[in-house]
């Protein structure tokens, strides 16, 4: 059965660093989100990505943030200058039509 | 702003037992309603979708309700075994141009051999 692969399990970083969290979402959908975990804290919501640009984004989604499709199978989310407050549990999601939304397994961000 | 709860936030119970886990809702303009199930450490198991339209949806062991009106959704698990432990979430979608899911804060639940 397809699924959401995310590379790498585990990064760990110093602060002020740029980092590259990476996703392959399931090959024939076409919407693609971030969401975030920090650790004993709710799922939330960070972007969602359609048709080569973002559709809607939160309010934590600030200018440290990026995405992007770089062909026709990855996904990325990149933070320039990581703080320690970054450090959470990175999710990458993406449907097709159809509404449920598949998740990764998730990409663990320590900021040291 | 839409806020979504859950009750329990643990639940212990001996295998074999049904159970009920809860979700509430702030804003019953919601889309659709996806209940996940998270082992330690790990992703999010989409378990079951249910949409606005629909009163419930089953899969396996598994049925989920929905009462929009009321802010309510329940996750019905028979027969739990020690295998079923796990968090599980509630996550809703509201409707129009939004895409994002809200999630609830989960309930852990512990099954018992």
């Given at each position: 059965?397809?699924?959401?692969?995310?590379?790498?399990?585990?990064?760990?970083t110093?602060?002020?660093?740029?980092?590259?969290?990476?996703?392959?979402?399931?090959s024939?959908?076409?919407?693609?989100?971030?969401?975030?975990?920090?650790?004993?804290?709710?799922?939330?919501?960070?972007?969602?990505?359609?048709n080569?640009?973002?559709?809607?984004?939160?309010?934590?989604?600030?200018?440290?943030?990026?995405?992007?499709?770089?062909?026709?199978?990855?996904?990325?989310?990149?933070?320039?200058?990581?703080?320690?407050?970054?450090?959470?549990?990175?999710?990458?999601?993406?449907?097709?039509m159809?509404?449920?939304?598949?998740?990764?397994?998730?990409?663990?961000l320590t900021?040291? | 702003?839409?806020?979504?709860?859950?009750?329990?936030?643990?639940?212990?119970?001996?295998?074999?037992?049904?159970?009920?886990?809860?979700?509430?809702?702030?804003?019953?303009?919601?889309?659709?309603?996806?209940?996940?199930?998270q082992?330690?450490?790990?992703?999010?198991?989409s378990?079951?979708?249910?949409?606005?339209s629909?009163?419930?949806?089953?899969?396996?062991r598994?049925?989920?309700?929905?009462?929009?009106?009321?802010?309510?959704?329940?996750?019905?698990?028979?027969?739990?075994?020690?295998?079923?432990?796990?968090?599980?979430?509630?996550?809703?979608?509201?409707?129009g141009?939004?895409?994002?899911?809200?999630?609830?804060?989960?309930t852990?639940?512990?099954?018992?051999?």
């Amino acid at each position: 059965e397809p699924e959401v692969t995310q590379t790498p399990s585990h990064q760990v970083t110093q602060m002020g660093q740029e980092v590259i969290l990476r996703c392959v979402p399931i090959s024939n959908h076409l919407y693609f989100y971030w969401y975030r975990q920090i650790l004993g804290q709710k799922v939330e919501f960070l972007v969602s990505f359609y048709n080569n640009e973002i559709s809607e984004k939160s309010e934590i989604f600030d200018d440290q943030f990026s995405v992007e499709r770089p062909d026709g199978s990855n996904f990325t989310l990149k933070i320039r200058s990581t703080k320690l407050e970054d450090s959470a549990m990175y999710f990458c999601a993406s449907r097709k039509m159809k509404d449920e939304q598949y998740f990764g397994p998730g990409t663990r961000l320590t900021v040291t | 702003k839409q806020e979504v709860t859950q009750i329990p936030a643990a639940l212990s119970v001996p295998e074999g037992e049904n159970l009920v886990l809860n979700c509430s809702f702030t804003d019953s303009a919601i889309y659709n309603l996806q209940w996940f199930r998270q082992d330690p450490g790990k992703g999010l198991t989409s378990l079951l979708l249910i949409q606005s339209s629909q009163r419930e949806q089953t899969s396996g062991r598994l049925n989920a309700s929905l009462d929009k009106s009321s802010g309510r959704s329940t996750l019905y698990i028979a027969a739990s075994q020690p295998g079923d432990s796990a968090t599980y979430l509630c996550a809703v979608k509201h409707g129009g141009a939004t895409n994002k899911l809200i999630f609830g804060t989960g309930t852990l639940l512990a099954v018992q051999p």
